[in-house]
DNA sequence: CGGAAAATGTGGAACGTTCCACTTCCGGCG
DNA sequence: CGCCGGAAGTGGAACGTTCCACATTTTCCG
């Protein structure tokens, strides 16, 4: 190799130097580095990978970039992955099923060493062979694949968190706007209906079918309010679809919270932001993260070979969206437009 | 190599077989394949890009998984780079100089053949280095590095089209709220500026410090309506500064667009969600990927050797933040409170 | 002071491909 | 019939590393 003759030494001194390992004389260290930066001299990956056999590289593959979900969890997967020596490099299909499986072909052709999915549409069997294949775990989808581990959090009692604040806040009927066949969506609506059980509620469950959308929340609201007693909170598959509920409340002149509560699930940046200022459900980003790459190394290094799923606990957000409710306020929606900022207030939460 | 073995035939056409090339007879294409599928064998990228040194891998550089402008901007990225038959890979840095680095290190390490630096936080030296070594494009932040391609969006127009806006609306006390350092945030400065002459408003120019995050937006406007005439229209230097500054008129009971007309940059879902509905400038996303794309295979097909810097036109996108201004409705603060519905037709918007 | 052990360095095989030069086989043509 | 050319297939070099076995020099210790 050039570096090697230009600093007069063996390519297998280059190597140790460049790699910083072994016994190197202070004089030739410094020589080779020398030649190195002179020449702009950077190891190939490809060639190291080839003779080592790994590649020290952990994939990610993304759905969806658009959802601002993902980028915390990222940030858990990257600080995880540097923490055990790995590096990452991420790959993204747009919710797109060719381009996703040409992303995860590039990975595999790539030998990343394992694998994480995140949320991925990828079909099935597809995840299948890839965790025959090597390590996988799959984020916020859930499987029943031997050899694939997951990681999601637990929507059942993310839900159960919403609607307990909702009814110790003094709430009776409350709806649920559902996502659909979203990820997790099934498991929020259990834990919908599981949670207003445990209250006593039962009889007053009301799902609405919705999806992860903001047009999703506004068609079940629409639902809701068409008929049947109008629900005093409504509780939103998601972010997303709360906005929409909270869209189409507006356009029927209820307010928030006022007449209606809305508690939505994600804790998106949309959330946080004040003209929305919802209460939700937030899930532990970072810790899936970390949580994933955990399971990935775990297989890595040969600890475990029986499969597992990591259930990661949510926690509620509390912001303005939700209050307990009126009183009696019975049949009368479409009065609206006066400032009821200070409704408020109107008894305390009985928490 | 194994396939080979089992196939009965030489590792060179097994080599032929899975590349698709060369005459090979349908029986032995047959068998190669069927070994092949039975064993899961996948070529080896790593002894590949070896021999044949590339690796037909363009690597992204994503500063910030958070910002959700970057995922149409990768989405454009994709769309070209398959058209051109190259394959990407992400790396991102979390705007973190460090993990930044080694990112930047890896798709280097990996050969990628050219890099899409989306708006980094690198130093420049970095960049350039880079950029000596491989054709290399930067996105959202502009170089004067000779060998570093760039595509930016207009910002100095983009302003221009937020301030035309409001200018022909009726307004001429137009502040805007900085960004402060960040990329862009000079260009768009200066295109308030000139625009605001242009409409012989000079006289009438007022910048708020700010930076590019709701704090930023609240600040900015705290400091114009703390001293001075109240501007009736305010241009922030992007979503989430209009956002904090929506926040910060809400704080003072001041309406809007009845009271203040507000606009964004850079068209964020945000901008679209109902409750906040805000006029804001928009960039073409996908467009910028696909022309940073178009950049990089120009200089791998050795069609340019002279650097580029790609300008593309942002549009104005009118939602409800802005109208005509209230005829000479001065010193009228902190009386809002009641319903202002209607206040928002108050004369046609004359554009 | 002799020899063992440590420190320092080297050459060559191997990793899994692609590519090139080459061979073999066969049909067709003058 | 002899030859040519194309189709089909092969063997081995090369890509740029790492690793191993080994060689040489230096240091240390009794």
């Known amino acids: 190799m050039d570096v090697a003759r230009r600093a007069g030494v063996s390519k297998s001194l280059v190597s140790l130097v460049m790699r910083g390992v072994g016994n190197v004389s202070e004089e030739k260290r410094r020589r080779v580095l020398d030649v190195a930066a002179r020449l702009g001299y950077r190891p190939n990956a490809a060639a190291r990978s080839l003779v080592r056999r790994r590649t020290g590289l952990l994939g990610v593959l993304l759905s969806d970039l658009h959802n601002p979900f993902f980028a915390e969890v990222i940030d858990g997967i990257q600080a995880e992955a540097a923490a055990q020596g790995y590096r990452t490099i991420l ?3 747009d ?7 040409r992303a995860l072909e ?28 090597l390590p996988t775990v799959l984020v916020a989808r859930r499987s029943s694949l031997a050899d694939v581990d997951s990681v999601t959090n637990d929507d059942v009692a993310g839900a159960g968190l919403a609607v307990e604040h909702l009814a110790s806040l003094g709430h009776r009927r409350v709806a649920h706007v559902d996502g659909g066949r979203g990820a997790g969506a099934l498991e929020r609506r259990r834990g919908y209906v599981r949670a207003m059980e445990r209250r006593g509620l039962g009889a ?13 929340g506004r068609d079940g609201t629409a639902a809701l309010l068409a008929r049947g007693p109008r629900p005093t909170a409504i509780f939103a598959a998601n972010d997303l679809a709360a906005i929409g509920v909270l869209s189409a409340l507006a356009d029927r002149g ?17 959330a946080a932001v004040r003209q929305v200022n919802l209460t939700t459900v937030d899930q532990p980003r970072p810790e899936i993260g970390r949580r994933a790459v955990s399971l990935l190394v775990e297989r890595l290094h040969g600890r475990r070979r029986t499969t597992r799923h990591v259930l990661v606990a949510p926690t509620l957000v509390v912001r303005g969206t939700t209050a307990p ?4 306020a019975r049949g ?3 009065t609206a437009a006066s400032d009821g900022r200070a409704a408020r207030r109107n008894g305390p939460p009985q928490v």
């Open 106 to 133: 590039t990975m595999l052709e790539l030998r990343t060493e394992g694998l994480i999915l995140a949320s991925p549409v990828l079909p099935m069997r597809t995840i299948a062979a890839a965790g025959a294949e």
């Open 332 to 334: 009368r929606s479409r």
């Open 325 to 328: 409710p009126r009183r009696r």
């Open 91 to 93: 790959g993204t299909g």
């Open 95 to 101: 919710r797109e099923e060719r381009s996703e499986a």
């Open 204 to 216: 007053l469950v009301r799902v609405a079918p919705g999806s992860y959308t903001e047009d999703g």
């Open 254 to 270: 209820l307010r928030v919270p006022e007449d209606v509560s809305v508690v939505g699930y994600d804790n998106t940046a949309l």
